[in-house]
T-cell receptor, first 112, second 114 residues
Framework: KQEVTQIPAALSVPEGENLVLNCSFTDSAIYNLQWFRQDPGKGLTSLLLIQSSQREQTSGRLNASLDKSSGRSTLYIAASQPGDSATYLCAVSPGYDYKLSFGAGTTVTVRA | EAGVTQSPTHLIKTRGQQATLRCSPISGHTSVYWYQQALGLGLQFLLWYDEGEERNRGNFPPRFSGRQFPNYSSELNVNALELEDSALYLC?????????????FGPGTRLTVL
């Protein structure tokens, strides 16, 4: 059974600092990995998808890396802003199935 | 382009009743997924429908069921509601089995069981 872990559970940084969020998974036979953002009580917003054959993806201030062999992904958010405050979730999709297995998330607070 | 839509936004039921939740996928998407986000339990996979067929279900009792209609919209039914069914129910859609399976989520339905 795939287990997804996100560390730290919570993070508080001053505005302008770079954010580093970690995700690890136990089964390296994944199809892809997705990073999401969730605001309190809301649905999920897809941030980045990394296919299993890729090592990183970038979108604006966001960059996500994937190391399948070690079962790790890292989401970097450059020059954080108060609007980046949210819970960030990573999820992996196994090669044989399309359901997503989620980590518990990292709750980020960016202080103005 | 419209995103994934879900209705109702909120639903309040009592124990033993039935709840019906609805989801409309992004135009062109054939796969619909249902997830439960209960307090303290994280996001759990419930059901996956593609091209009208149930493709997979998570570790939930049979009183959780659903279907996908010819227009690819979907319905989740929860029978004999229990207090622990209170949660945010999220629907997602993707292009289906011949894609990279990037899933896009709706705003959710908050189900409260009293």
């Amino acid at each position: 059974k795939q287990e997804v872990t996100q560390i730290p559970a919570a993070l508080s940084v001053p505005e302008g600092e770079n954010l580093v969020l970690n995700c690890s998974f136990t089964d390296s036979a994944i199809y892809n990995l997705q990073w999401f953002r969730q605001d309190p009580g809301k649905g999920l917003t897809s941030l980045l998808l990394i296919q299993s054959s890729q090592r990183e993806q970038t979108s604006g201030r966001l960059n996500a890396s994937l190391d399948k062999s070690s079962g790790r992904s890292t989401l970097y958010i450059a020059a954080s802003q108060p609007g980046d405050s949210a819970t960030y979730l990573c999820a992996v999709s196994p090669g044989y199935d399309y359901k997503l297995s989620f980590g518990a998330g990292t709750t980020v607070t960016v202080r103005a | 382009e419209a995103g994934v839509t879900q209705s109702p936004t909120h639903l309040i039921k009592t124990r033993g009743q039935q709840a019906t939740l609805r989801c409309s996928p992004i135009s062109g998407h054939t796969s619909v997924y249902w997830y439960q986000q209960a307090l303290g339990l994280g996001l759990q996979f419930l059901l996956w429908y593609d091209e009208g067929e149930e493709r997979n279900r998570g570790n939930f009792p049979p009183r959780f069921s659903g279907r996908q209609f010819p227009n690819y919209s979907s319905e989740l039914n929860v029978n004999a509601l229990e207090l622990e069914d209170s949660a945010l129910y999220l629907c997602a859609s993707s292009l289906g089995t011949n894609s990279y399976n990037e899933q896009f989520f709706g705003p959710g339905t908050r189900l409260t069981v009293l």
